[in-house]
Nanobody
Framework: QVQLVESGGGLVQAGGSLRLSCTASGLTFSMYAMGWFRQAPGKEREFVASISWSGGSRFYAISVKGRGTISRDSAKNTVYLEMNSLKLEDTAVYYC????????????WGQGTQVTVSS
């Protein structure tokens, strides 16, 4: 029943920017945090950014801090990830995830959207 749908991925030139979107549906709880993860070829999935259900708390991985901005529209169950100054190492499949407020386990995941940064 729960579905997370990402959009906004694609081919981007190094130094460019993009905005990823993720909309959740079918959630049975009202308060939840949302986040972004990514997995590059041959690498394990890593944390990128997260935001609390209220939008008041935001966390970023060191690799994207200063270049990425996570935001959300709770009324629309949508989370966004804006990234600037894209680097080749940002190339990965980006996944949207959700967890219930106050817990650390990420319960649901999206299908992923490919982001490819070219030189």
């Amino acid at each position: 029943q729960v579905q997370l749908v990402e959009s906004g991925g694609g081919l981007v030139q190094a130094g460019g920017s993009l905005r990823l979107s993720c909309t959740a549906s079918g959630l049975t709880f009202s308060m939840y945090a949302m986040g972004w993860f990514r997995q590059a070829p041959g690498k394990e999935r890593e944390f990128v950014a997260s935001i609390s259900w209220s939008g008041g708390s935001r966390f970023y991985a060191i690799s994207v801090k200063g270049r990425g901005t996570i935001s959300r529209d709770s009324a629309k169950n949508t989370v966004y990830l804006e990234m600037n100054s894209l680097k080749l190492e940002d190339t990965a499949v980006y996944y949207c995830a959700v967890r219930r407020a106050s817990v650390t386990n990420w319960s649901y995941w999206g299908q992923g959207t490919q982001v490819t940064v070219s030189s």
